[in-house]
Structure formats: C-alpha cells, structure tokens
C-alpha cells in the first residue's frame, strides 16, 4: 500500500498476494499455503502471487488446477511482486 500511494498508483484489484518479505526484500516459503490459495478462489480473484519457494507444494496440491482460471505467479523478490500488482 506504501509503494503504491508513493508511485500514485492502485494495484489491481483482482490480485491476491500473499508471501513474508525479509529485511533484504526477499519473499520466503509461507505456511497454509493450500487455505490461501482455496481462498483466493473462492474469492475470484484472477491473479495470485506466491513465494518461488512454495511452487512444488503449490504444484503438488493444485495441479489439475485450470489455467484459464487464475494465474499464478511465482516472486523470489519484492520488486518482482510490485511489478506484477502495479503493472
């Protein structure tokens, strides 16, 4: 929400995000994984961003997923989550 007042810009609204970002901007595996992803479903959201670091789970549980669906995107960095919500 900072950066987006900052750069006078409104991140889309159809993007869940979810993730825990270290001092250096790095986006780490979270946990309840599978209940954030149900939720963003549920929700109807089109577009959700995860940590890289939870891709085989994410695999692992949704793979029979539909891809017209929701898109997932995958962030090892902050910015590379910015990018995606602020585009």
């Known amino acids: 929400a900072l950066c987006a007042f900052h750069m006078k ?12 970002i270290d001092a250096y901007g790095n986006v780490t595996k979270i946990g309840g ?9 549920t929700a109807k959201f089109n ?5 890289e670091q939870n ?8 793979k029979r997923l539909s891809k017209s669906t929701l898109e997932v995107c995958f962030v090892s960095h902050v910015s590379e989550a ?6």
């Open 9 to 20: 810009r409104n991140p889309k609204s159809n993007i869940a995000c979810t993730g825990e």
């Open 33 to 41: 994984l599978v209940a954030k992803v149900v939720g963003a479903i």
């Open 47 to 51: 577009v959700i961003v995860l940590p």
């Open 55 to 62: 891709k085989i789970e994410f695999d692992t549980y949704f």
């Open 82 to 87: 910015l990018n995606i919500m602020l585009q």
